[in-house]
């Protein structure tokens, strides 16, 4: 349901090819979303409300390739995407059952000691969805990354590397409150203990996919054939055709930014382990010195009072005075009430009929027939 989306546009291609202005509209849309969500993770600390914009933020990245015709990049990332952010989401469980339902990573902390094969694989995790080589969101976030720059410009370029440098941040953010560190929960009570192997041993196999899941879209640049790439190519061809992309030679360029997408991403993760795990005071200082941006971000730029403020309450609020109070209780109940106090007096009259009493049939007998007789003499 995620990713509904995203397949829905790449099996639509050739409909975006012929119109490449709605092509341009959807890569903006996918930039401006993988940078939006990204900040909002920076400041999560619910463990899987973190995963959830980086869910948000990637599905930017994807919608980004395709905006710029890069259908199979696109539906790449998705491959590799699913392989990590299982692996995460999974090992985000089996913290939270080792925590006792908690989910606050503020409350977490030196995990890693008890929970060692959870760390190692959630590590997998956070170092290729960062995009750090050989693992596999690597290979399908360079793809993006590049396809952004060739075939559509420096911004959206810009952008995407942004968001590279924001996912890297919050990854190891995460990384380094939950597992690292010291312990920040209260000892006495709560016991972290490792998830058992019916949680474990499918995050070993996510895991080893997290890492060499990438190696079937391996660039040519890099000696490989991109063997998922020439897989859907027949379905892309005609888009591909439509849209006649040039084809790009500089493999030097494209060697200096892939260059520059790992050392920024290791840059932000190096960043994000010093600033939590070194100097915390620089977090809190951080949030201090930026209060109004901080509670903007927290608070996810208040999309959710938004649409509850212009969608939710306007439908509550229509729906308790307009369609119960006035449609349903008193022209529907009013209708049939009205229909079935008629029918109790018809029935009330009738009832009075049928007494059982044979004198009386006689009686009602006897008057219809005078009436029928007395009709008869009048015409």
């Not at 709605?22 to 849309?29: D, H, K």
């Not at 699913?82 to 925590?99: N, Q, R, T, W």
């Not at 890492?211 to 879209?217: A, D, K, L, N, R």
Request: proline residues 4%; aromatic residues 12%; hydrophobic residues 55%.
């Amino acid at each position: 349901m995620v990713t509904a989306g995203i397949y829905m546009v790449a099996r639509s291609s050739i409909l975006f090819a012929l119109a490449p202005g709605t092509l341009q509209v959807v890569a903006i849309v996918g930039a401006a979303t993988a940078l939006f969500a990204a900040t909002i993770g920076l400041v999560q600390n619910d463990i899987k409300k973190v995963l959830a914009y980086s869910t948000i933020s990637q599905l930017g990245y994807m919608f980004l390739a395709l905006g710029v015709g890069a259908f199979a990049s696109g539906l790449f990332h998705v491959m590799t995407h699913a392989f990590f952010k299982a692996l995460l989401f999974l090992g985000s469980g089996a913290v939270i059952h080792a925590m006792h339902e908690e989910q606050d990573i503020q409350r977490m902390g030196g995990l890693k000691k008890s929970m060692p094969v959870t760390y190692a694989t959630f590590l997998i995790g956070a170092i290729a969805i960062s995009g750090i080589p050989p693992f596999s969101g690597f290979f399908s976030k360079d793809e993006i990354l590049w396809k952004a720059f060739s075939n559509g410009s420096v911004l959206l370029w810009l952008a995407g590397a942004c968001g590279a440098v924001l996912t890297a941040f919050y990854m190891f953010r995460l990384v380094s409150l939950t597992f690292e560190g010291h312990p920040r929960y209260d000892e006495h009570h709560v016991h972290p203990h490792e998830a058992p192997r019916s949680m474990t041993i499918p995050l070993v196999v996510l895991a080893v996919l997290s890492v060499i899941g990438g190696f079937i879209g391996i660039p040519a640049s890099l000696g490989g054939g991109n063997q998922f790439e020439h897989f859907l190519e027949p379905v892309f061809a005609p888009a591909n055709a439509k849209l006649a992309l040039p084809v790009h030679d500089a493999a030097a360029m494209e060697y200096v930014l892939m260059i520059v997408s790992v050392l920024i991403a290791a840059g932000s993760i190096v960043a994000a382990r010093y600033v939590y795990l070194r100097r915390t005071e620089i977090a809190d200082a951080a949030a201090g010195r930026f209060p109004r941006i901080y509670r903007i971000l927290f608070n996810k730029y208040y999309v959710d009072e938004i649409y509850d403020a212009a969608i939710v309450t306007p439908i509550e609020k229509t729906s308790e005075k307009l369609l119960w109070n006035i449609i349903d209780e008193r022209i529907i109940d009013g209708t049939i009430n009205v229909t079935a106090k008629m029918s109790a007096f018809i029935a009330e009259i009738l009832r009075r009929i049928q007494t059982g009493v044979t004198g009386t049939y006689a009686i009602f007998f006897i008057v219809g027939v005078l009436f029928v007789i007395s009709w008869l003499f009048v015409r």
